[in-house]
Nanobody, 123 residues
């Protein structure tokens, strides 16, 4: 079982900063790619940023230059540092992890989600 626990969401004024964190846990797992997605009610969930074990990152165009994703592999933790926040960044932010799970001689793939953390940016 993969467990993803997010923390750090909250209310911030436009132009401010916030850092959210996600701790992944589970046995016989690798956490190849960890990512942050966000969703506004009535809209599709969108990728914000992702990072691989090797440190390769991708960002949505809307957050480039403002958000930074990072991870501590030893702690299976991924962070999203959000600077210069805008009201349109308001959303529920979801942690996502993809990797492999091993059971005996078998190895499979998983794609898991956290419960989400609310980020609200006031104008």
């Amino acid at each position: 079982q993969v467990q993803l626990v997010e923390s750090g969401g909250g209310l911030v004024q436009a132009g401010g900063s916030l850092r959210i964190s996600c701790v992944a846990s589970g046995s016989s797992l690798t956490f190849k790619t960890m990512a942050w997605h966000r969703q506004v009610p009535g809209e599709q969930r969108e990728l914000v940023a992702s990072i691989t074990t090797e440190g390769s990152t991708t960002y949505a165009d809307s957050v480039k230059g403002r958000f930074t994703i990072s991870r501590e592999n030893v702690k299976n933790t991924v962070y999203l540092q959000m600077n210069s926040l805008k009201p349109e960044d308001t959303a529920v932010y979801y942690c996502n992890a993809r990797g492999t799970v091993t059971s005996g001689m078998l190895t499979g793939h998983y794609n898991s989600w956290g419960q989400g953390t609310q980020v609200t940016v006031s104008s």
